[in-house]
C-alpha cells in the first residue's frame, strides 16, 4: 500500500509478461537498495535510500517524553516503591539500599531506559526517504509500515523550517508540498547544510533540469569557530547557501508598521472595544466575577498578537532561477520557495483602518495544503503589509514575464480605484447604475478586466480588493443570474480555481457584459493553457513577451454583442 500524495494506491504483482516499474521494486525484498545514511556529505538526490538526521527521534517528541516521563516519577516515585515494596516509614532509596535491591533497582532502571532507547534508534533505522528523478518517497514505520510519495511534477512549494530547538542541533525541517490536500512529505529532521541542498535538488528535478553532479563541500568545514561557531552561526543566519546570503528582499518590513498593522487590524480593534466595554460595565456594576471570562480573552488576543507578530519578523521576499523565496521568523524561522507556474490567484486588499497608513497585504492561492506540527495551515500571505511601492514589487515576482503600459494601468487603477466609471471604462467592466441597490457603496469600483495571461476582479470600496487570477491557471468560469439579479438584468462572473483563501468572484455586472466576459474569458484561458509551460521551467526556454502567442482578444471593456443568458 503506497501513497501519492493524492491517497492511498494499492498495487497489484507484475505479470509475467509486464516490465516491472522502477519505482514498484521497493516493495520487494530482493530488490530494495542498500540504504545509505543521510545527512551527510553524499548526494540526497541519488534515487538511493537514505535516513534523517540522527537527533530526529528526540525531535520529534523524544525530549518531550523523556520530559513527561520525569515529571511523572519525579511525583509518583514514593507511591511506585511503597506499592511495590510494601513500607511507609522509611526514605525509600535507603530501604532498597538495606534489602539489597540496589542492583536489581538499576538493572531495571537500566532495562527500562535501554527498551526506550531501542524503540528511538528502531524508529530512526526505518525511516527512511528517496529522491528519483520523478517522486520523493518516505517510508516509515516498525510494526506498521506506511509510505508515502509526491510526484515532482506536482510540487507547489518547498519550505524549509528551523524551530529554535532543531536549530540547537543544527537540523532543519524539509516540506515539500504537492497539489492536494496535505498530500506533501515532512522530512524531519536533516541537517541543516543538507537540507539546503536537497532543496535545491528537488527544485532542479521538478523543473526538467538535467540531474547534476553532487555538489562538492570541499573546503566548507566547520570553518575558524569551529562546531561550537557553526552552530552559532546557524542560530543567528540560519540560512547556510551563499545564494541566500548574496539575495537581497526586494520589500522591507519594519517592526513598527507589522506592529501597527496588527492593531489596527478591524478583528482585534473590535476586540479590543468589547474588552474595554467589559471592564467599564465590570467597574459600573461591581460585578467582579466577569473579569474569569475576560482574562482569558486576553491571553489568547495577546497569544494571537504575538504569534503574528514572530512570525512576520524578519520578512525577506526574492526571486531565484527556482522560483520566489520568502523567508520569515525569529525564534522559528521558515524559508520557503515557490516555483514558477503554482501561484493560481493572487489577492491584493487593503482594510479600512490602514487606508490611512496607505498599507496593503498580499495572500494567495496554491493548489496544495499542509498543516504545520501545530496543526495549522498555512495562510498563504506572501505580503504581510507594505505599501502601494512594496505591492509593485512584489507583484513583478508574482506575475513575471509581463510588463506593459496596459497592465500597470490595470494594476494601479484597479488597487485606488475610480471616482467615476468613466475613468475606467476603457479597462474594466462594471457595475451599471442599475446596480446600486446591491452594491450601494461600491458600484463604480465594482468590476473585470481581462489582459493577455491574466483576469482581473476588483471589488469593495470601503475594504477594497484587487483578485487577479492567470489564464493558465483556471479551472473554469461560470455565469450565474438569481431570481434578485433577474429583474434588473443582472449577472455574477465567477473564475473556478483551486480552493483557498482568495474567491475569484464579482457579482451585480450587467447580463450582457457577463456573457461578453465569460466568452473572452474561455477563449483567452484555453490558449493561455496551451502557451503555458511553466511546469517544466528549465527543461525549455521561456519565450519573450513579444514573440509569445496571445489571445486576440477585444479590449476588455468594449461592450460585446448581445447573447441569451
Known amino acids: 500500500m503506497t501513497s501519492d500524495g493524492n491517497g492511498p494506491v494499492e498495487r497489484g504483482p507484475v505479470g509475467p509478461d509486464e516490465t516491472p516499474d522502477p519505482d514498484e521494486t521497493v516493495a520487494s525484498p530482493v530488490a530494495e537498495r542498500v540504504l545509505t545514511p543521510g545527512g551527510g556529505e553524499s548526494d540526497l538526490a541519488d534515487g538511493e535510500w537514505h535516513r534523517l538526521h540522527p537527533a530526529t527521534p528526540l525531535l520529534r517528541g523524544g525530549i518531550g517524553l523523556l520530559a513527561i516521563a520525569g515529571i ?9 516503591i511503597e506499592f511495590f515494596l510494601q513500607f511507609e516509614e522509611r526514605d525509600p532509596i535507603d530501604e532498597i539500599i538495606d534489602r539489597g535491591l540496589l542492583l536489581p533497582g538499576l538493572a531495571i532502571a537500566i532495562a527500562v531506559l535501554g527498551v526506550g532507547i531501542l524503540g528511538f534508534w528502531l524508529a530512526w533505522r526505518m525511516r527512511e526517504f528517496r529522491v528519483t528523478d520523478e517522486v520523493v518517497e518516505l517510508r516509515s514505520g516498525i510494526l506498521f509500515r506506511t509510505q508515502r510519495r509526491a510526484r515532482l511534477d506536482r510540487v507547489q512549494g518547498i519550505n524549509i523550517v528551523r524551530p529554535l530547538v532543531p536549530r540547537v542541533f543544527g537540523t532543519a525541517r524539509l516540506e515539500i508540498s504537492v497539489a492536494g490536500n496535505d498530500a506533501g512529505v515532512k522530512l524531519d529532521y536533516l541537517g541543516s547544510a543538507a537540507a539546503d541542498r536537497l532543496r535545491t535538488d528537488v527544485l532542479d528535478l521538478a523543473s526538467g533540469a538535467q ?3 553532487p555538489a562538492s563541500d570541499a573546503g566548507a568545514g566547520p570553518g575558524p569557530g569551529g562546531v561550537v561557531g557553526r552552530r552559532v552561526g546557524e542560530l543567528l543566519a540560519p540560512e547556510l547557501s551563499r545564494e541566500e546570503a548574496a539575495r537581497s528582499s526586494v520589500v522591507h518590513v519594519s517592526v513598527s508598521r507589522l506592529l501597527g498593522s496588527l492593531v489596527l487590524r478591524d478583528s482585534t480593534l473590535l476586540l479590543l472595544l468589547l474588552l474595554v466595554a467589559g471592564v467599564v460595565w465590570i467597574v459600573s456594576t461591581d460585578s467582579w466575577f466577569v473579569l474569569f471570562g475576560l482574562i482569558p480573552s486576553l491571553i489568547g488576543l495577546a497569544g494571537f498578537i504575538a504569534r503574528r507578530f514572530s512570525r512576520s519578523l524578519r520578512y525577506t521576499i526574492a526571486g531565484s532561477e527556482s522560483g520566489i523565496r520568502i523567508g520569515s521568523g525569529l525564534a522559528s524561522t521558515r524559508n520557503e520557495t515557490l516555483p514558477p507556474g503554482r501561484i493560481h490567484s493572487i489577492e491584493i486588499s487593503q482594510p479600512l483602518l490602514w487606508r490611512i497608513a496607505g498599507w496593503w497585504q498580499i495572500r494567495i492561492t496554491r493548489a496544495a495544503s499542509m498543516k504545520d506540527q501545530d496543526g495549522s495551515g498555512n495562510d498563504n500571505v506572501v505580503l504581510p503589509v507594505g505599501d502601494i511601492t512594496d505591492v509593485r514589487r512584489v507583484l513583478d515576482l508574482l506575475m513575471p514575464g509581463t510588463p ?4 500597470d494601468e490595470m494594476l494601479a487603477t484597479g488597487l485606488t480605484g475610480a471616482s467615476h466609471p468613466s475613468e475606467s471604462a476603457a479597462l474594466y467592466v462594471t457595475t451599471p447604475a442599475r446596480g446600486r441597490l446591491w452594491r450601494p457603496f461600491s458600484w ?7 489582459h493577455d495571461r491574466h483576469l482581473l476582479l476588483r471589488k469593495g470600496r470601503i475594504w477594497r480588493s484587487l ?4 489564464l493558465a491557471r483556471m479551472q473554469g468560469v ?5 431570481p434578485l439579479y433577474r429583474p434588473t438584468r443582472l449577472a455574477h462572473v465567477r473564475a473556478h480555481i483551486v480552493a483557498g483563501p482568495v474567491v475569484a468572484s464579482v457579482g451585480a455586472l450587467d447580463a450582457d457584459d457577463a456573457v461578453g466576459v465569460f466568452e473572452r474569458v474561455l477563449v483567452g484561458a484555453e490558449r493561455a493553457a496551451v502557451a503555458d509551460d511553466s511546469h517544466r521551467w528549465k527543461s525549455n526556454p521561456v519565450p519573450d513577451a513579444e514573440t509569445r502567442p496571445g489571445p486576440d482578444l477585444e479590449s476588455p471593456g468594449a461592450r460585446p454583442e448581445k447573447e441569451t443568458l
Open 72 to 80: 511523572l516519577a519525579a511525583n509518583l516515585r514514593d507511591r511506585i
Open 211 to 213: 540531474r547534476r553532479a
Open 404 to 407: 506593459g503600459s496596459e497592465l
Open 444 to 450: 463604480r469600483r465594482n468590476g473585470v478586466a481581462l
Open 467 to 470: 483578485i487577479v487570477v492567470p
Open 478 to 482: 461560470s455565469v450565474h443570474q438569481g
